[in-house]
């Protein structure tokens, strides 16, 4: 599914420190990537644990903040954020898919998982999200 232009929101500066971007976006879904670094690796020259951490987490939370209305922005903020480490990366790209499993109308719940190139399931992840005012 093509993701729609106008619902791509400017970067923010962690998210241009990083390098990570939206590649679709829909009800309860989203999906991201990352272009692997030298910047995001550990003392190892493995992509840091932080680096898995951040996908996860923010591939869930615009997972649950769908509206698909550039007007219409919804925002959350994390709660509750599990990890699971399964793999080394093989290839120069990470992709993060994110799927709301469940919530109301205050808090969500999310799960995600992290490929490299190959389709390797590199990390996992669960997380609980709330709905942010104003």
């Known amino acids: 599914m093509a993701l729609d232009p106008a619902?791509?929101?400017?970067?923010y500066p962690f998210q241009n420190l990083v390098g990570f971007r939206i590649l679709e976006w829909s009800e309860d879904f989203a999906r991201f990537e990352l272009p692997m670094g030298e910047h995001l690796g550990n003392r190892y020259g493995i992509p840091?644990?932080?680096?898995?951490?951040?996908?996860?987490?923010?591939?869930?939370?615009?997972?649950g903040c769908f509206t698909g209305s550039a007007e219409d922005r919804r925002l959350a903020m994390t709660l509750s954020l599990n990890v699971n480490y399964l793999a080394v990366p093989q290839g120069d790209r990470l992709v993060a898919e994110g799927r709301r499993i469940g919530g109301g109308r205050r808090s969500f719940f999310a799960e995600a998982v992290v490929l490299d190139d190959r389709g390797g399931k590199?990390?996992?992840?669960?997380?609980?999200?709330?709905?942010r005012s104003g």
């Open 7 to 11: 619902l791509v929101e400017r970067p």
């Open 122 to 131: 590199v990390a996992t992840g669960t997380g609980v999200f709330r709905y």
């Open 48 to 63: 840091h644990g932080g680096v898995y951490a951040t996908l996860l987490d923010t591939v869930m939370g615009f997972a």
